[in-house]
Structure formats: structure tokens, C-alpha cells
């Protein structure tokens, strides 16, 4: 590991505004400020948002300091990314956000049911192939709404034409109510103060010429989850960091079919 990583590191264990909690320490114990992080940490009863898949958590923190009237919690499982957003934090005082570096997988250890009122998934890699790690996939429906209050709000910001489709299709079979959805947000004349926030992997899709997606939908409880039936064109462009894809590579939106 490089120096400059351990450094990360070694900052992110001295921030107090940093949760660390890998699989391995949550069978040892149990996360003691599940159902308080209100009372715990924030030293008030705001409602609480999550960034899952934060990165460097520019929505964490850009949505603090536009909302100091709610909290916010980044999460990703990489510290050396989250450590930007917490560096930010620390710098300018940002007293409503805080990180969890853990697995998305084990949401409902760490938030009591109805804890969280709203999630943004900023992002995210599609997993075109293995639907079970998609973000919007009925899996994590699942374990969303065992933490999101009953009209809990969900956000998605893509690039990826698939991950998009996906969700809207997901949307639609399990009947949530929809909010908004652009396939163009920056031509759509929706775009606001909030949506305008740029996270690091979005700056370089717009460089990339990329439409960026988004929608807003109601986490409505559900007792039973539908996947959507649909045979969706998987994105032809190779992501960043994304596993390599049959297909041509290209910067374009082309798709290819499965
Ligand atoms: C493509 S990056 C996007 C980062 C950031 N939201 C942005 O837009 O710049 C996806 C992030 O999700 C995190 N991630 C993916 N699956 C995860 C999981 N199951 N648990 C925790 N983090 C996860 C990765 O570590 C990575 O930082």
C-alpha cells in the first residue's frame, strides 16, 4: 500500500466523525449507535440521510452545508476515497455529516427500521451481470425499506443507459411512486442547486460526453418484491473501473444487446 494511503488511513481512524466497521468487527460486536445516531452523534433528532456508494461523498457534503436541518451519512467500503468528503468535513466545520465506511450489504446492522429518511445512490457500477450487487435491485429494496421510513425517498444519479433502464423497469413492476425521471437531466430543465452537485465519477463522465440520469421514487413497503422480466441492452462503453465487457468499447451510448 502506498504512503499516501496509509496516511488516509491513519487520518481517517483519528476522525470522530468516521465510522469504520468491516464484516469481521460486527460479529465481534454489535454497532452500538443503531437506532441513536440521532441522540449519539448528532445531538439531535433530524432526519437522517445516506449517501451509499459515496466515494469522496460530494452529496453527503454538498447536501449538509445546503441542509443543515438534516443529517447526512456517506457510505462506501473504500476509506481512501471517503477521506476526502471527511477531510472536508473536519476542514470547514460541517457539524450534520458523518461516514460509515462498511458494506452496503449490511445496511440494517447499523440503522434501526424507519431511522432513515432518504438514500442517494450516486453512480453506482451497474453490474449488468450480477444482478444481486445492483444497487436498485429488489435485494436491496429489501433491505432499504427495513430502514427508510414508510414514504422514504430514493434518488439515483447514473451515467450507465442500463442501470437507468433497469431501475425505471424495477420501479414500475414493484409500483413505486415516481417522482421525477429525466434520461437527461441537464437538458431536462430540472436540474436545481441540489442536482447540480457533480461527484467525482460524474465530472468524468460529462467529460466523456455522457447524458447523465436521474430519478426520484417513493420507497413504498412492499411484502412482496418483483424483479422486472425485461431484456435490457447492456451499456457498450467500458466504465471506469468497471470490469471488462464483451461489446465494442466506445465514449458514445450505443448499446449492444445482451
Ligand atoms: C463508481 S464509484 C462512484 C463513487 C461516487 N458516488 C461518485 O459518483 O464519484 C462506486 C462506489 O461504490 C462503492 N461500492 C460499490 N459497492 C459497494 C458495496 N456493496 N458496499 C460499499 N461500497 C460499495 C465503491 O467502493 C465505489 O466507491
Not at 460509515?100 to 447499523?110: G, M, P, S, V
Not at 461527484?199 to 466523456?208: A, V
Request: proline letters at 5%.
Amino acid at each position: 500500500m502506498g504512503k499516501n494511503k496509509l496516511k488516509k488511513f491513519d487520518d481517517l481512524q483519528g476522525y470522530p466523525h468516521v465510522f469504520q466497521y468491516p464484516f469481521a468487527l460486527l460479529k465481534e460486536r454489535e454497532f452500538e449507535m443503531r437506532g441513536k445516531w440521532g441522540e449519539s452523534f448528532f445531538k439531535n433528532s433530524n432526519p437522517i440521510v445516506l449517501e451509499l456508494g459515496c466515494g469522496k461523498g460530494e452529496y453527503a457534503v454538498g447536501l449538509a452545508k445546503r441542509f443543515p436541518q438534516k443529517n447526512f451519512i456517506g457510505i462506501d467500503i473504500k476509506g481512501a476515497r471517503m477521506w476526502s468528503g471527511a477531510k472536508q468535513a473536519l476542514e470547514e466545520g460541517i457539524p450534520n455529516v458523518a461516514f460509515l465506511r462498511t458494506h452496503i450489504e449490511l445496511i440494517d446492522r447499523f440503522f434501526a427500521p424507519g431511522e432513515v429518511s432518504e438514500i442517494w445512490i450516486t453512480f453506482p457500477d451497474p453490474q449488468m451481470k450480477k444482478v444481486r450487487k445492483r444497487l436498485t435491485s429488489t435485494r436491496f429494496m429489501q433491505l432499504y425499506q427495513q430502514i427508510l421510513t414508510p414514504d422514504g425517498l430514493i434518488h439515483l444519479k447514473s451515467d450507465s443507459p442500463f442501470m437507468y433502464t433497469y431501475t425505471c423497469e424495477m420501479v414500475k413492476a414493484n409500483g413505486y411512486p415516481v417522482q421525477v425521471a429525466t434520461d437527461d437531466l441537464y437538458h431536462s430543465g430540472i436540474a436545481d442547486d441540489i442536482l447540480e452537485i457533480k461527484t467525482f465519477y460524474e465530472q468524468q463522465w460529462l467529460e466523456r460526453g455522457m447524458t447523465i440520469k436521474y430519478i426520484r421514487f417513493v420507497c413504498q413497503p412492499r411484502e412482496q418484491f418483483v424483479e422486472p422480466d425485461v431484456d435490457i441492452p447492456y451499456d457498450s462503453y467500458r466504465s471506469f473501473n468497471r470490469g471488462k465487457r464483451s461489446g465494442k468499447q466506445s465514449s458514445q451510448e450505443d448499446t449492444t444487446s445482451k
